[in-house]
């Protein structure tokens, strides 16, 4: 199972742009990379998934450098509803859940 | 994306007692759904994986009997809690699996269980 390390928090100001890299140093060929955003007493939400290069979408976007170790979900111009815990999960979509291990997750933490 | 909906949403409870979770996919069939429960400022850890028509998986430490899962339709699979104790207080959230290639994870709002 690919293991993935984020910050455990970040603090920014509304307007900005954040970015939170996870790593993922034995991430698998057939592994891919999501994105989920959880608010307090709600379940995770999905955000964002990629194999590699650049993905975008019309809240984020994902940058996979060319070995996959590591990924950053940056988020545009952050409101103070984007406070919140983003968790990156690394696993084979084909597989089961059980490869679909949550890590610690980043909170997030926007500021007026 | 896929609609799961869960309830109740918050449910309180004297110890002893069972209490029942559903978890219904609204828009998709689900053949499998996964059942996570989260302590306060913790991560989501997965409990078991349920299966439509066959018994569910559970993950180590979690106790099958105390963890009832039934999964008897393609849109609803169910988490029974029995003899609740204080300490199965938390938030249980389901999820089911979707996408193309079963890509992605769709969760369920969550249910937050306090035993008395």
């Known amino acids: 199972l690919a293991k993935t390390t984020q910050p455990i928090s970040m603090d920014s100001y509304e307007g900005q742009e954040v970015n939170i890299t996870c790593s993922h140093n034995?991430?698998?060929?057939?592994?891919?990379i999501t994105w989920y955003q959880q608010f307090p007493s709600q379940g995770p939400r999905f955000i964002i998934q990629?194999?590699?290069t650049k993905v975008t979408n019309e809240v984020a976007s994902l940058f996979i450098p060319a070995d996959r170790k590591s990924s950053t979900l940056s988020l545009p111009r952050v409101s103070l509803s984007d406070t919140a815990v983003y968790y990156c999960?690394?696993?084979?979509?084909?597989?089961?859940?059980?490869?679909?291990?949550f890590g610690s997750g980043t909170q997030l933490t926007v500021l007026p | 994306g896929a609609v799961v909906s869960q309830h109740p949403s918050r449910v309180i409870c004297k110890s002893g007692t069972s209490v029942k979770i559903e978890c219904r996919s609204l828009?998709?069939?689900?053949?499998?759904m996964f059942w996570y429960r989260q302590f306060p400022k913790k991560s989501l850890m997965l409990m078991a994986t349920?299966?439509?028509?066959?018994?569910?998986?559970?993950e180590q430490g979690v106790e099958k009997d105390k963890f009832l899962i039934n999964h008897a339709s393609l849109t609803l699979s169910t988490l029974t809690v029995t003899s609740a104790h204080p300490e199965d207080s938390s938030f249980y959230i389901c999820?089911?699996?979707?996408?193309?290639?079963?890509?992605?994870?769709?969760f369920g709002s969550g249910t937050q269980l306090s035993v008395l």
């Open positions: 999820s089911s699996i979707q996408g193309l290639a079963n890509e992605k994870l769709f």
């Open positions: 999960l690394v696993g084979d979509p084909s597989g089961s859940a059980r490869q679909l291990t």
């Open positions: 349920s299966n439509e028509g066959s018994k569910a998986t559970y």
């Open positions: 034995n991430i698998a060929t057939n592994d891919y």
């Open positions: 990629g194999y590699k």
């Open positions: 828009d998709f069939q689900a053949t499998t």
